[in-house]
């Protein structure tokens, strides 16, 4: 058997989770916006933590490696109901959402250095319904039987 995440390109579709509806375009959007805000609310604490500092070493209790930070890659999955565009009826499945964060400093003319996202959000879908994977194999498999 194998599951087969489908990438959900029709951004017209709908999703169902937790008691909410959701159109995938207003998904994407609520995921990136939820992702800036944080990003921002990390620069702008009163600990002054820097959320890009965070990920820029890494410690194995006795070494600190540094390294660049340009991009990062969140992942998650969660069960959820699709409704598609001209389709009957609901669909019960996994939805997996991947967003790719990219860091990035601009410049302006004056000479202050702005903070900015590029945040792109990646959805797929597995339908709960199973399905079994048959190799080509197995007609001649079963042509040998007979």
């Given amino acids: ?64 490696i540094g390294f660049p930070t340009e991009k990062m890659t969140w992942h998650s999955s969660l069960k959820c109901k699709i409704l598609r565009v001209g389709s009957p009826e609901w669909q019960s499945g996994e939805l997996r959402i991947k967003a790719e964060i990219k860091f990035c400093i601009i410049s302006s003319h004056i000479g202050k250095a702005h903070n900015i996202l590029k945040i792109e959000i990646f959805l797929e879908f597995c339908d709960d319904k199973i399905i079994e994977y048959q190799s080509p194999l197995d007609d001649l498999r079963e042509n040998i039987k007979t």
Avoid: C
Wanted: proline share 2%; glycine share 4%; net charge negative.
């Fill in 1 to 64: 058997m194998e599951n087969k995440f489908i990438p959900l390109e029709s951004e017209q579709d709908v999703l169902f989770f937790d008691g909410n509806t959701y159109i995938i375009w207003n998904f994407k959007k609520i995921i990136s916006e939820e992702i800036n805000n944080k990003f921002h609310a990390s620069l702008n604490s009163n600990n002054r933590l820097k959320f890009l500092d965070s990920f820029k070493i890494i410690s194995d209790g006795n070494n600190q």
